[in-house]
């Protein structure tokens, strides 16, 4: 017992980052990554698109000494699979983190407002972005991907919004009703040419 307290000990005093695979994933990869590799893997986790927690609070490292340790070879990332208790822990995590920067990229462009500072072309852009992920409601016809047993989009088909509610957009294929309902984060959802 004594070794076991030890190890966890000493792990967590080791504790850098977590890679997690991308949300929309049908299955959940994860691993905590020390010091010693965390540059290696975030390096890595950036190449592959995969999400970076850096562990910074008691919170995320309670959670990081839960996970299995990933490995970084030949510049490839080797994350586990990981349990679902974890796995829903990550994703509020990671959700909640992406929403807080989010309201401050918001606060940074009403400061910049206030203080009298030109909106850019990329700030327009921004905003009219924003604008349109805003229209998104039930009924809309949208461009969806038809992703593969890993998850990577293989095609992009048109499909009808049929619920917006929580990280995940319920659709249904245009021309393949038949096929039931499935979910997409806004990762893989395009919106339509006005003109079509």
């Known amino acids: 017992m004594p070794d076991r307290r030890k190890s966890a ?7 850098a980052v977590i890679v997690i695979n991308h949300l929309d994933y049908p299955v959940r990869y994860a691993g905590w990554f020390g ?6 893997a975030i390096e890595s986790a950036a190449k592959a698109e995969f ?13 990081a000494s839960r996970l299995p340790e990933g490995v970084v ?3 490839a990332l080797r994350l586990s699979q990981i349990e679902e208790g974890p796995a829903r822990e990550l994703e509020a ?19 910049a407002g206030e203080h009298g500072a ?5 700030d327009d852009d921004s905003r009219t972005l924003r ?4 229209m998104l409601k039930p009924g809309l016809f949208v461009l969806a991907a038809d992703l593969d047993r890993q998850g990577v989009p293989e095609a992009w088909y048109e499909a009808e919004i049929v619920s917006l509610e929580g990280p995940e957009i319920t659709l249904r294929w245009r021309d ?7 979910s997409r984060t806004r990762r893989h959802i395009a919106i339509l040419h006005p003109a079509d």
């Open 9 to 15: 000990s000493s792990r967590s005093s080791t504790l």
């Open 35 to 40: 010091k010693k590799h965390a540059k290696a």
């Open 51 to 63: 999400y970076v927690l850096p562990v910074e609070t008691p919170e995320i490292e309670d959670l």
């Open 73 to 75: 070879e030949a510049g």
């Open 93 to 111: 995590l990671l959700l909640a983190r992406q929403a807080e920067t989010a309201a401050q990229a918001e606060a940074a462009t009403s400061e």
């Open 118 to 122: 030109q909106p850019t072309l990329a």
């Open 131 to 134: 604008d349109l992920w805003s």
């Open 176 to 182: 393949f009703p038949r096929d039931g309902l499935l």
